[in-house]
């Protein structure tokens, strides 16, 4: 049975694709519709194929692809093609998810070590991050320009989900981590502390004793000195 992908009415709108000239953007549809795509948007296909299924040079394909994986729309190596923004555009259901898990998994083991799979179920979204920040010999160039985009990437899925949890109500039972424990144990043995020391001074005669300053037992949870 023949596949189908879909591709947004606005990719020829895309302020990415008008600054690219019309063979460029004849490779990078080819690169979203052709026959050996996968759900992943990640899948095995040779710069030969390429050049005889477009009818472009070789030459220029290698070069057009080096400019797509700086500018971190792809990732080429070892005949193996990344398109990282592939799953974003597609609509995602639970049959399109297991599609997409089950092509990542028959990846190769190298390649799937290079990969992340990021899964928003809030938003129903899916993203695959690049994990490879080395240049690789079989690679057509660095994938740095790309890693950057990933980091931005990353760093807006941290902040949202900074804002999801600051939204939540506040729950007191909510479990701690080893290290909130620690600092929490830390603070109450401090405060225990505190608090016999000024039972003590109380329990003396006033008159033998020198003025003492008043000490607030919650001084060290509050972060006083």
């Known amino acids: 049975m023949a596949s189908s992908r879909i591709v947004n009415v606005n990719f020829w709108k895309d302020s990415y694709i008008i600054e690219l000239n019309p063979q460029e953007k004849l490779l990078f549809i080819y690169f979203l519709t052709n026959p050996r795509t996968t759900l992943a948007g990640i899948y095995e296909i040779s710069i030969r194929e390429v050049a005889f299924d477009t009818d472009l040079d070789k030459q220029f394909i290698e070069a057009t692809l080096e400019k797509f994986t700086n500018?971190?729309?792809m990732y080429f190596e070892r005949n193996w093609l990344v398109l990282t923004n592939f799953i974003k555009h597609q609509r995602l259901n639970p049959s399109i998810k297991k599609g997409i898990q089950k092509a990542i998994?028959?990846?190769p083991d190298w390649l799937q070590s290079k990969i992340q799979l990021s899964t928003d179920k809030e938003d129903n979204q899916m993203t695959i991050f690049l994990l490879e920040n080395e240049q690789s010999d079989h690679s057509l160039s660095t994938v740095t320009p790309q890693l950057n985009i990933i980091k931005s990437n990353i760093k807006k899925l941290k902040e949202k989900?900074?804002?999801?949890e600051a939204d939540?109500?506040?729950?007191?039972s909510k479990e701690l981590s080893?290290?909130?424990?620690k600092s929490y144990a830390i603070a109450m043995e401090k405060e225990r502390e505190q608090e016999t020391r000024v039972k003590a001074l109380r329990s003396r005669t006033p008159s033998k004793l020198a003025p003492v300053a008043a000490v607030d037992p919650y001084a060290f949870r509050e972060g006083k000195k």
């Open 71 to 73: 500018d971190g729309r």
């Open 178 to 181: 080893a290290a909130q424990k």
């Open 168 to 172: 939540k109500p506040q729950d007191s």
């Open 105 to 107: 998994d028959e990846l």
């Open 161 to 164: 989900k900074s804002k999801h």
